[in-house]
C-alpha cells in the first residue's frame, strides 16, 4: 500500500533580476515549516536548509530508524546515535549530483552488546532503508560504535 506525504513549496522572486531570490518555504499541515534556499554557493541564503542537506539528512535520518528498528526487533540495546553525516555534490559529466552521502554515526550501545552484531544490523539497514533505495548516489557507511 503506498504512502502519501504531500508538501507545498512556496517561492516567490523575479528571475529577470540577476540576484533573485532563492528562499523558499516547504510547508506540510501539522508541521513548521522549513526555510529553504539554494546553497551559498549558489547565491542562496547560508542560514537556509539546502537540497544537498536535506538530501543527506533524508538519507541519515531514514537510516537511523531503519537501524533503530532492527535493533528493536533483534533486542539489541542502543542507547544513543548521533550521525555526522555529510553530502557530496560534485559535476560529473558536466551534470552536477550528489555523489556521495557519508553516514558517520557514534553508535552507543549498552556495555556487553556485540559489536559485531550493532555493525550486522547497521549493515542490513541500507538494504532496507527506503531513501537509499530511492537514490542513486553512492551511500558510504562509516559507523563507529561506543561502549557506555
Same mark, same amino acid.
Request: proline residues 5%; glycine residues 4%; aromatic residues 6%.
Given at each position: 500500500?503506498?504512502?502519501?506525504?504531500?508538501?507545498? $513549496?512556496?517561492? +516567490?522572486?523575479? #528571475?529577470?533580476?540577476? #540576484? /533573485?531570490?532563492?528562499?523558499? +518555504?516547504? =510547508? =506540510?499541515?501539522?508541521? *513548521? *515549516?522549513?526555510? %529553504?534556499?539554494?546553497? *551559498?554557493? /549558489? =547565491?542562496?541564503?547560508?542560514?537556509?536548509?539546502? *537540497?544537498?542537506?536535506?538530501?543527506?539528512t533524508a538519507l541519515s535520518t531514514c537510516h537511523m530508524l531503519t537501524f533503530l528498528a532492527l535493533c528493536a526487533k533483534a533486542k539489541v540495546e542502543? !542507547?544513543? /546515535?548521533?550521525?555526522?553525516?555529510?553530502? $557530496?555534490?560534485? =559535476? %560529473?559529466d558536466k551534470v552536477s549530483r550528489v555523489t556521495q552521502v557519508h553516514l558517520r554515526p557514534v553508535i552507543r550501545v549498552a556495555r556487553g552488546t556485540?559489536?559485531?552484531?550493532?555493525?550486522?544490523?547497521?549493515?542490513?539497514?541500507?538494504?532496507?532503508?527506503?531513501?537509499?533505495?530511492?537514490?542513486?548516489?553512492?551511500?558510504?557507511?562509516?559507523?563507529? %560504535?561506543?561502549? !557506555?
Amino acid at each position: 500500500m503506498a504512502h502519501h506525504y504531500p508538501l507545498q $513549496l512556496n517561492w +516567490t522572486g523575479n #528571475t529577470l533580476d540577476g #540576484t /533573485y531570490n532563492r528562499n523558499a +518555504t516547504v =510547508t =506540510t499541515a501539522g508541521k *513548521p *515549516p522549513i526555510a %529553504v534556499s539554494s546553497a *551559498p554557493e /549558489y =547565491t542562496g541564503d547560508p542560514a537556509r536548509w539546502n *537540497p544537498e542537506d536535506l538530501l543527506g539528512t533524508a538519507l541519515s535520518t531514514c537510516h537511523m530508524l531503519t537501524f533503530l528498528a532492527l535493533c528493536a526487533k533483534a533486542k539489541v540495546e542502543i !542507547v544513543g /546515535y548521533e550521525d555526522h553525516a555529510e553530502a $557530496l555534490l560534485d =559535476t %560529473v559529466d558536466k551534470v552536477s549530483r550528489v555523489t556521495q552521502v557519508h553516514l558517520r554515526p557514534v553508535i552507543r550501545v549498552a556495555r556487553g552488546t556485540s559489536m559485531a552484531k550493532v555493525l550486522d544490523l547497521f549493515e542490513k539497514a541500507h538494504k532496507y532503508c527506503f531513501v537509499a533505495n530511492s537514490v542513486t548516489c553512492e551511500a558510504v557507511l562509516n559507523p563507529r %560504535v561506543v561502549e !557506555v
